[in-house]
């Protein structure tokens, strides 16, 4: 007996159309995300230019940070120097990601830092009126060093932080990331929690992904073969440098990302007006911020 061929029909309001998303919408939103892409990186454009025309000269030996302001710093850089509006620069990199950005622009790297002039520091947070600030709270890629990032902003006789203008801030909250032996990495967690009790909670980084506390089953190993440990604060910090100092006297402790001590506060240039960074600038003890757009570059300098 032959089988007969069954036909279904479904009502017209039983239907569902899945209709292709047109190539014209879809080449509308990508042009929008371009555009705002492009937008939100203006004033970190300008912020580098600025650092670059304003504190680099020729012949000078520059540290190059870390991250996507830093990398337009490093672009410009390399522009000048192809252009030949500045010779002879040395540039000394904080990571391999920066080694990287610096060799497609051209400019020649040394991995030394005497007699280093002026260094980029990009996306980190700073404590207001202060030169105190916080590096390595993002995850750590492409052979970035805590300790060599910090030991290179530390011989800089010049300071320029990139940063928007939340990270400038009165309450610096957030986390700490501190280095420990790996091999002890518990005890000096424990101790860290006792010192702030109610106050932080202590997670060892992991390599990927998110974990508990204790890192997961592959916590980060700096390529100095440290643990990472994330002191996460509840509440406004309110001395960091205070804290810096705790850090340092806890067994264990190889280093942390806090940048303090800087000596000799320098005066800082006002770079466009706006109110209250005019107030700020106006205080007796504060250094001085350059203002750009929504960036803010406050600069160390002798």
Known sequence: ??????????????RKIHRRPCRKES???????????WERSLPLKAAAKH????YMR???????GTGGASDFVIQYLGQKLQQGSLKDIIGVPTSVS????????GIPLDDHSNSLQVCTISYCPIKEGTLTSVIGRRKLQDGESIIQEKSILKAANNLAFIMTEKQYTRDLDGSIPVLVNSVNWMGAAEEIEDLFLGDAEVWRRPTFGHAGPMG??????????????????TSPILDLG?????????????DHGVI????NPRKLHLFSSMTQFEKLNNRVNCPKITYIDNCIIPTARQ
Do not use: Y
């Open 98 to 105: 920066s080694a990287n950005e610096a060799a497609k622009a």
């Open 1 to 14: 007996m032959a089988t007969l061929p069954v036909f279904l029909h479904f009502p017209a309001s039983d």
């Open 51 to 54: 650092t670059v025309d304003s």
């Open 58 to 64: 020729s012949g000078m030996v520059v540290g190059l």
């Open 242 to 254: 205070q804290v810096a100092e705790c850090l340092d006297k806890i067994d264990g402790v190889v």
């Open 216 to 233: 997961g089953d592959f916590p980060l190993i700096t390529r100095e073969g440290h643990n990472v440990l994330d002191v996460i604060f």
């Open 27 to 37: 080449q509308s939103k990508c042009l929008r995300a371009s555009i705002s892409d």
């Open 260 to 263: 303090f001590g800087i000596p």
